[in-house]
């Protein structure tokens, strides 16, 4: 339906007409991004959310009409008629360079101050003050297109999830508090004094309740809050492409979820995606990069030194070796002339930032090899070092020991990232999908000498660990998968238990008494007691998936009204302070924090 301001319809957007278009009178409205009075002609670039068209005003426009133009500044909102003509002065830079409206009707429907900031991409405004005046930053046509896409993203999710059976469910924003992992925002009842809602940290429990209740496959586009501290590829609030479907198993959540990932990535960036992903367990992730959600667009994979090392007198490694650790490496290829001695220190405070004790370092260049550990070794280690790391010359060699070997492997994999942006060997323009399965179900903790669960307590062993539940919990392999893009985790999800008494057990095994159990989740547990279909399920966040496919740095450029670090919104300035008498039908009281 077109829009019409007294008497004026508009006939399409700016950036829709082309040459083809002569001769044609159009209505078009928008805000006036640049005005140029030359005088006897005048220019108006009109922006809209599509993008920019030329108005012009000359010597044949009726007098009254020029001289509005003559009074229109930046951020005017204009509606104008006029006849598609060509330009004599073409701009090959916007898709509508080659024409211009012959403006007849001008009106001014609404005067602008003179902004804090240029509307436009090159504008160099602290990013705390665009974000005060978020209304006025997203006219930008940069963020446009980045609000846009994740609109047609949106789209395309819902129409394909409709054809693949699944039905759209809105679960509760409201819920009830069952912490497990970040904290919940908690919402204070009226009502029922003294008690709270929670804000859901996702549709988990819901989801699989309309399992339960016969839906077969759920889908939503949920909105998910967390209390946690926030960095560039997270948000308090958040958007998750939440699924659950019953009658399956891992085979069909994965190939349901590569289907979506092929479809999305064809129809918005015309991006082939080759069908099966790539897979690697957890072991082997964290074996050859140190992380769970590798980058694998470029190599530099981690290399275990420790077998040869292993008789060394350098006490560094010898006792990290015998302290039940390891000793670790990455090759920078090309990396001798970047990284020289001083780069190398940063990167030393960068490694004992991280839990590094320290980092030992070689250098091969044109003159010879040097490093800080080769006094230690006999030549025929520091040789069969080196070679195993795969070093010539010009390359260096990071190499971490600790006696955790999940320390070495985690800040290892964390530099060999820093390297990679360093020497710049990451392909900007490859999308790099995989699934890491094969999940441990419990993770040691080498301080506390137990273990502790990976995954939230409803997630599924595998059918054949089952049997070590009780007797050695390191073989016990959860039916969890994620799915990483370019080392940014999309996606995370499992098999669900739907066996009351596996259930129970796994809560005791997390330290749950069963009146702990029975008054958290014993509305689920209850539900599985009246025939639960075997189902499973995941969530993949929207957020990220347009920041990734738009090959940005930060979810704030793909959030309308984003957060900053600290969780406030400079907009509105909130969280802000409320009535006491809110407060008191509320039956709180806030206690006074004291000043540091």
């Excluded at 009106?107 to 978020?134: G, H, M, Q, V, W």
């Excluded at 040789?383 to 070997?405: K, M, P, Q, W, Y």
Aim: glycine share 6%.
């Amino acid at each position: 339906m077109a829009e019409t301001i007294k008497g004026l319809e508009r006939t399409d957007y700016c950036a829709s007409f082309r040459l083809e278009d002569a001769g044609k009178e159009v209505t078009v409205f928008g805000w006036a991004q640049k005005q140029r009075d030359l005088g006897s002609l005048i220019f108006i670039d009109l922006r809209d959310r599509s993008g920019v068209l030329q108005l012009a005003f000359d010597e044949s426009t009726e007098k009254s009409v020029f001289e509005k133009a003559a009074k229109v500044r930046s951020e005017f909102v204009l509606a104008a008629r006029g006849i598609v003509r060509e330009r004599s002065n073409k701009n090959k830079e916007i898709p509508t360079g080659d024409i211009e409206v012959d403006v007849k009707e001008l009106r001014i429907l609404s005067e602008s101050e003179t902004p804090p900031f240029a509307i436009d991409d090159k504008c160099n405004a602290s990013e705390l003050n665009r974000l005060k005046y978020r209304y006025l930053d997203l006219r930008r046509p940069s963020l446009q297109n980045n609000i846009l896409m994740r609109h047609k993203i949106t789209k395309i999710t819902r129409d394909y999830f409709d054809e693949n059976g699944f039905i759209e469910i809105e679960t509760p924003m409201l819920i009830k508090s069952t912490p497990e992992g970040a904290r919940d925002f908690l919402v204070p009842s009226r009502i029922h004094g003294g008690k709270f809602y929670a804000l859901p940290q996702s549709p988990q429990l819901y989801k699989q309740l309309s399992m339960v209740a016969g839906f077969d496959r759920y889908m939503q586009i949920a909105r998910c809050f967390r209390d946690e501290d926030l960095r560039a590829d997270r948000q308090p609030e958040f958007t998750q492409i939440d699924l659950e479907m019953s009658f399956v198993d891992v085979e069909d959540v994965i190939e349901i979820g590569e289907g979506y990932i092929k479809r999305v990535f064809k129809e918005v960036l015309d991006e082939d995606i080759s069908l099966p992903l790539p897979r690697l367990s957890y072991n082997e992730a964290m074996e050859r990069y140190g992380t769970d959600k590798p980058d694998t667009r470029y190599g530099m994979e981690i290399i275990n030194l420790t077998d040869i090392l292993k008789d060394s007198e350098f006490i560094v490694f010898k006792s990290a070796i015998d302290g039940g650790g390891s000793v670790r490496c990455i090759t920078a290829k090309g990396g001798a002339d970047i990284y020289k001695r001083k780069v190398i220190d940063r990167l030393t405070e960068t490694a004992k930032g991280i839990g590094a004790k320290g980092l030992a370092w070689a250098r091969l260049t044109a003159d010879g090899t040097s490093s800080s550990f080769a006094k230690f070794l006999s030549e025929e280690q520091m040789s069969a070092l080196l070679e195993r790391a795969g070093a010539e010359t010009g390359d260096a060699v990071f190499i971490i020991a600790d006696a955790n070997d999940a320390n070495v492997l985690s800040i290892l994999g964390a530099l060999r990232q820093e390297v990679a942006k360093k020497l710049n060997i990451i392909p900007e323009d490859k999308f790099n999908l995989l699934w890491i399965v094969d999940f441990p179900f419990f993770d040691y903790d080498k301080e506390t000498d137990d273990y502790v669960a990976m995954h939230h307590p409803f997630t599924a062993p595998k059918d054949e660990s089952i049997e070590y539940l009780g007797t050695d919990k390191s073989k016990v392999i959860a039916k969890a998968y994620d799915l990483v893009l370019n080392g940014v985790e999309l996606a995370s999800g499992s098999i669900r238990i739907t066996d009351p008494e596996l259930q129970g057990k796994m809560f005791d095994m997390l330290g749950l008494s069963k009146e702990e159990a029975q008054e958290k989740f014993g509305f689920l547990t209850n539900a599985f007691k009246y025939g639960a279909p075997p189902h499973g399920g995941m969530g993949l966040g929207l957020d990220r998936l347009v920041m990734q496919m738009l090959r940005l740095d930060s979810l704030r450029d793909v959030v309308a009204y984003p957060k900053l670090q600290n969780a406030s919104e400079p907009m509105t300035e909130c969280p802000a302070a409320v009535d006491e008498e809110q407060l008191d039908v509320l039956n709180i009281a806030v206690k006074e924090i004291e000043e540091e």
